[in-house]
């Protein structure tokens, strides 16, 4: 199945972000993807009005939602929606979660992810401190879903620090994850290459890493260099920097083979630590 990772340079201006991502997606659409994944905060960066934008999206006042299916719909994509700023479900006065949205190729919403970690650091950049949870709670819980191109683990930048999260995805049946991000420039060159090859090696789990690639407002700059990973760690497809997409076939019969001559999963002596809750949408 072929899968399409989305690269942005997303601004604080939500009309112009919207209609660069509809070009990529179409492109990807094009280029015969059946699963596409737009990066962390594709639909904006930098704005300070995020619980406001939640609260909207919760009441159904917002753009996001009805942009999300009807694109999904129109471009017969499966689509995890980077992330969007929106309270639990049912309660829109609560606070925000940094939320990856996942629809199907008919506009429905299949699953939600809460990103686990929040990025609190100190990086030496422009920007220097950075604290996601003055805007965000954390979720509570691993996600994954059916798709066409195989079950899908759902997860969120950060969360690419934390080994244990992809291999309780992994133990729960994941065969390709996603993790649309915005690595800071600073981070990205230390790390970036290095985490999600990693997080797919040890998970034996394809990786779609779609990251932010640029220059952002209030001086924030991300490292760019969007990848789709195999479950051997295998680079199939990369961009450095700047908007593009990316496509790549994933081979789940290899998958299952690099398994079969590693059994990492029948070697494992350390088991996972009091688990979090998981939740599985299972698609007939």
Known sequence: MTVAVIQMVSQDNLADNLQQAWQLLHQAAAGGARLAVLPENFAAMGRRDLAALGRAEALGEGPLLPWLRQTARDLGLWLVAGTLPLPP????????????????????????????????????DQRGRYRESDDYACGEQLVLADTPCGRLG??????????????????????????????????????????????????????LAANQGGMHP???????????????????????????????????????????????????????VGPLPTSVVECA
């Open 89 to 124: 479900d049912g309660q829109p006065e609560a606070r925000a979660r940094a939320c990856s949205l996942l629809f199907d190729n008919q506009g429905q919403r299949v699953a939600r992810y809460d990103k686990l970690h929040l990025f609190d650091v100190d990086v030496a």
């Open 218 to 272: 209030g001086g924030r700059q991300t490292f760019g260099h969007s990848a789709i990973i195999d479950a051997w760690g295998r680079v199939l497809a990369e961009q450095a920097a700047g908007s593009g997409v990316l496509l790549a076939t994933v081979d789940v019969a290899e998958q299952q083979a690099i398994r079969q001559r590693m059994p990492v999963e029948e070697h494992r002596r350390f088991q996972l």
């Open 154 to 207: 759902l997860t969120v930048c950060y969360d690419l620090r934390f080994a244990e999260l992809y291999i309780a995805l992994r133990q729960a049946g994941a065969e390709l994850i996603s993790a649309p991000s915005a690595f800071t420039a600073v981070t990205g060159a230390a790390h970036w290459q290095v985490l999600t090859r990693a997080r797919a090696i040890e998970s034996q789990c394809a990786i």
